[in-house]
């Protein structure tokens, strides 16, 4: 069986199209560097153990920055997440996801949030 269509008039198999999409294995989807694997508490599957969490300033109620780091020694960061504080309230979330060498951003996703008291009230997402 192959597929066509106007735009690739070429007769594809499913094999060289899944080739041409990548070929995503399920292990290497676990893999994948995006914020959405890891938003909610860090790197998981796919990735190796022995990940290192540091939490700034250390033993603050309100931390200003959280990075998940390859391992303790430091030396590559995988995702790090920075928090400003306006009173009690977290104004501002940054995150930022960082490539397999440790130090070049991938993808920055930035909240802007919004206050009645202590209630949010809205929040505007900037992915840059």
Do not use: C
Request: net charge negative; proline share 4%.
């Amino acid at each position: 069986m192959t597929f066509k269509d106007v735009s690739n008039p070429t007769p594809k198999t499913l094999t060289e199209l899944l080739a041409g999409a990548g070929g995503l294995t399920e292990e290497a989807h676990k893999a994948i560097r995006q914020l959405i694997h890891f938003i909610n508490e860090g790197p998981a599957e796919g990735f190796a153990s022995g990940a290192y969490k540091e939490t700034l300033p250390s033993a603050a109620i309100f931390p200003t920055s959280v990075i998940w780091w390859e391992s303790s020694s430091k030396l590559k960061k995988i995702v790090e997440k920075t928090i400003t504080w306006t009173g009690v309230n977290a104004t501002t979330i940054e995150w930022k996801m960082y490539d397999t060498d440790g130090s070049t951003v991938l993808v920055t996703v930035t909240d802007a949030i919004s206050y009645s008291g202590i209630f949010e009230t809205t929040r505007t997402r900037t992915i840059a």
